[in-house]
């Protein structure tokens, strides 16, 4: 019949009428699913200027994310760069930098990480920074991962450069959205 979806509930294969424009066919669990609109978090943030000479002698810099393009309930801090987990389940991250002053030769390591409350390290994106390709002195890093949370945890993206001055600076620019942290809920 024209306008009915077939689905299978797990019984047999019913018929139900289609939903309507922005919802998705939502789990029943054992039961039948139902059309409605997911229950999804997430957040993207970026900072909005270039951040200088944070690192390159091996500190660890907690990159503040300054301006947010989708927070939902506020769980990403745009003065302190911390994120709330505000719902249980497996989340989704994603990290980029644009890193300036770090030239082949002159540094050893890099890292971008993600860190949680706990002090555990995930996401880990590292390696030997001559093995970095340089375009016009510039190089991005990308980093994500998967990983279940519970609700009141928190992560902050970490950014570490080592066998240098501190001198090494991350590019920003609002059209571009170069240095950048997101997230998402995506299941529970």
Known sequence: MAGEIIYDN???LTANTA???GQSLLSGGAGAPTWGVANTLGFSAYASAALSNVTGDNTFYQVVFNT???NDGTMYNTSTGLLTI???GMWSFAASTQITGMTIGSYTFYSLLFELNTGAQIGRLAGNADSI???GGQCNIITSTLIQLTAAQTVVVRFQVAGGAKTVSMAS???SYQT???GCLIGV
């Open 86 to 88: 505000p719902n249980t």
């Open 133 to 135: 390709s340089f375009l």
């Open 180 to 182: 950048r942290f997101s």
């Open 173 to 175: 620019a609002a059209a």
């Open 68 to 70: 947010t393009v989708r």
């Open 10 to 12: 797990g019984v047999g």
């Open 19 to 21: 939903g309507a424009s």
